[in-house]
């Protein structure tokens, strides 16, 4: 698949979702679908902002490092697309259950910040000793 391709994909199944996540909105009782009007909301909301992020986040890579190999920056991408998706969505459901406390944040940012960290060494050469 060529970058232009995984551009196109990307752009039309975010939008698609986007537009999915409007009918959730819009169309669906939170007080009387009960547990699944939530999980679609958190569901076409969280998988949203991550093919925003994940696009906006390879387009900046591309633009400030255009000698980067383009698979590398497309993953790094939607990897941290991924974690600040999981922030959010994560921030947004313990506040609907009444957890969310300035700390608990800090955590989740924390936590996300060791992810990002783990992969980052991983992919570090190591020096051979």
Same mark, same amino acid.
């Given at each position: 698949m060529t970058f232009r391709d995984y551009l196109l994909v990307m752009s039309a @199944?975010?939008?698609? $979702?986007?537009?999915?996540?409007?009918?959730?909105?819009? @169309?669906i009782d939170p007080t009387r679908s009960g547990t699944l009007g939530f999980v679609l909301f958190y569901a076409t909301f969280g998988l949203s902002i991550l093919g925003t992020f994940a696009i906006a986040g390879t387009a900046v890579r591309t633009?400030?490092?255009?000698?980067? $190999?383009?698979?590398?920056? $497309?993953?790094?991408?939607?990897?941290?697309a991924l974690l600040i998706s999981a922030?959010?969505? @994560? &921030? %947004? %459901?313990? &506040?609907?259950? @009444?957890?969310?406390?300035?700390?608990?944040g800090v955590l989740l940012v924390l936590a996300a910040a060791l992810v990002e960290l783990a992969f980052l060494a991983a992919g570090r050469p190591r020096s051979g000793a």
């Amino acid at each position: 698949m060529t970058f232009r391709d995984y551009l196109l994909v990307m752009s039309a @199944g975010t939008g698609a $979702v986007w537009v999915a996540f409007a009918v959730v909105l819009l @169309g669906i009782d939170p007080t009387r679908s009960g547990t699944l009007g939530f999980v679609l909301f958190y569901a076409t909301f969280g998988l949203s902002i991550l093919g925003t992020f994940a696009i906006a986040g390879t387009a900046v890579r591309t633009h400030f490092h255009p000698e980067d $190999v383009v698979s590398r920056q $497309v993953a790094r991408a939607f990897r941290q697309a991924l974690l600040i998706s999981a922030i959010l969505i @994560g &921030s %947004m %459901m313990l &506040s609907a259950a @009444g957890l969310f406390r300035p700390w608990t944040g800090v955590l989740l940012v924390l936590a996300a910040a060791l992810v990002e960290l783990a992969f980052l060494a991983a992919g570090r050469p190591r020096s051979g000793a």
